[in-house]
């Protein structure tokens, strides 16, 4: 259930320009908004308190046009769309931006930027450092509840998955980023993630200690431990789900990347290191790299663990 608040051709003036001369002088931007919200509560009501009060999102964008200035409609529509979110329960922002009276020879009437974006994607935008596109490809799989971030390092997915209201329990063997990531957290006023010094490979082989049917979710990106998946098939609650993704040899043989190949997944081996789950999702292939410049051969699993024992489908 939901609706939208339509706001139509607000106009204020502005400071936006690529050139210092354009922005001089304040000139006539435009703004046009549709605001994804829940609408019901407030219909049934009648109270203003329940619903989203545009006179204070129309404010709030004239507030925004009119204080700062920018070189590009982009950078204003981005701060514009941060507020929002920010301020109000809205869902989804469609946004369209623009100058009524463009310095630009045969434009006679308007020229700017129409912007659609949800909750969501605003946070994966604004996420530092991103989370891998494979988590944000399958994110709906995951229930609520507690997740484990295997190897975690200084917490990517820990941040953002906390910052979508998970409960995230994040445990590497480099007490330094963990350090980083709680600190991190404090900074972001994330409460929903725990950190756990903990060493998946000691010598000889251990049981890492990780419980028993204990987490919602399970993530492992680009680490690879083969003994360890046992345990956290364990440590997966009936209905949980197991995401994966990691280097397969062909990035190796490829890129030289990992420099050993052990640290590679065989064609189809990860298949084969989850016996019991039900896949979600399988590839193998070329899939955007951890820093989104480069791609990479990897593959990218999602398992379910079956709510009653039983052969993996």
Same mark, same amino acid.
């Given at each position: 259930?939901?609706?939208?608040?339509?706001?139509?051709?607000?106009?204020?003036?502005?400071?936006?320009?690529?050139?210092?001369?354009?922005?001089?002088?304040?000139?006539?931007?435009?703004?046009?908004?549709?605001?994804?919200?829940?609408?019901?509560?407030?219909?049934?009501?009648?109270?203003?308190?329940?619903?989203?009060?545009?006179?204070?999102?129309? $404010?709030?964008?004239?507030?925004?046009?009119?204080?700062?200035?920018?070189q590009l409609l982009e950078t204003l529509?981005?701060?514009?769309?941060?507020?929002?979110?920010?301020?109000?329960?809205?869902?989804?922002?469609?946004?369209?931006?623009?100058?009524?009276?463009?310095?630009?020879?045969?434009?006679?009437?308007?020229?700017?930027?129409c912007i659609e974006r949800t909750r969501?994607?605003? $946070?994966?935008?604004?996420?530092?450092?991103?989370?891998?596109?494979?988590?944000?490809?399958?994110?709906?799989?995951?229930?609520?509840?507690?997740?484990?971030?295997?190897?975690?390092?200084?917490?990517?997915?820990?941040?953002?998955?906390?910052?979508?209201?998970?409960?995230?329990?994040?445990?590497?063997?480099?007490?330094?980023?963990?350090?980083?990531?709680?600190?991190?957290?404090?900074?972001?006023?994330?409460?929903?993630?725990?950190?756990?010094?903990?060493?998946?490979?000691?010598?000889?082989?251990?049981?890492?200690?990780?419980?028993?049917?204990?987490?919602?979710?399970?993530?492992?990106?680009?680490?690879?431990?083969?003994?360890?998946?046992?345990?956290?098939?364990?440590?997966?609650?009936?209905?949980?789900?197991?995401?994966?993704?990691?280097?397969?040899?062909?990035?190796?043989?490829?890129?030289?990347?990992?420099?050993? $190949?052990?640290?590679?997944?065989?064609?189809?081996?990860?298949?084969?290191?989850?016996?019991?789950?039900?896949?979600?999702?399988?590839?193998?292939?070329?899939?955007?790299?951890?820093?989104?410049?480069?791609?990479?051969?990897?593959?990218?699993?999602?398992?379910?663990?079956?709510?009653?024992?039983?052969?993996?489908?």
């Amino acid at each position: 259930m939901g609706g939208q608040i339509v706001i139509e051709q607000l106009e204020f003036r502005g400071r936006c320009g690529v050139t210092p001369e354009e922005r001089a002088r304040p000139q006539p931007l435009a703004v046009d908004l549709e605001l994804d919200c829940r609408l019901e509560t407030a219909g049934l009501s009648d109270d203003l308190v329940r619903t989203i009060d545009y006179a204070k999102v129309t $404010q709030r964008v004239v507030d925004i046009g009119t204080v700062r200035e920018s070189q590009l409609l982009e950078t204003l529509g981005e701060r514009l769309l941060a507020a929002l979110f920010d301020e109000f329960p809205i869902n989804r922002i469609k946004l369209w931006l623009r100058k009524l009276h463009p310095p630009i020879a045969f434009v006679t009437r308007s020229v700017g930027i129409c912007i659609e974006r949800t909750r969501l994607a605003q $946070q994966v935008v604004h996420a530092d450092p991103p989370p891998a596109q494979f988590l944000i490809q399958q994110l709906h799989r995951l229930p609520k509840g507690k997740v484990l971030d295997v190897a975690s390092g200084s917490g990517r997915h820990a941040l953002f998955l906390a910052s979508l209201g998970y409960q995230v329990e994040a445990v590497d063997r480099d007490e330094l980023a963990l350090t980083q990531l709680s600190a991190v957290a404090r900074t972001r006023q994330l409460s929903g993630i725990s950190s756990r010094v903990l060493d998946l490979e000691q010598s000889p082989p251990q049981e890492p200690k990780l419980g028993h049917e204990t987490y919602e979710a399970i993530l492992i990106f680009f680490y690879l431990n083969r003994p360890l998946l046992p345990y956290l098939i364990d440590a997966l609650k009936p209905g949980g789900v197991l995401l994966c993704e990691t280097f397969t040899v062909e990035n190796h043989v490829r890129r030289r990347h990992p420099k050993r $190949q052990e640290f590679c997944l065989a064609p189809c081996e990860l298949l084969s290191l989850v016996p019991g789950l039900r896949i979600l999702h399988y590839d193998e292939g070329l899939h955007e790299g951890t820093s989104g410049l480069e791609c990479v051969y990897t593959a990218q699993l999602a398992a379910q663990k079956p709510l009653v024992p039983g052969p993996s489908i």
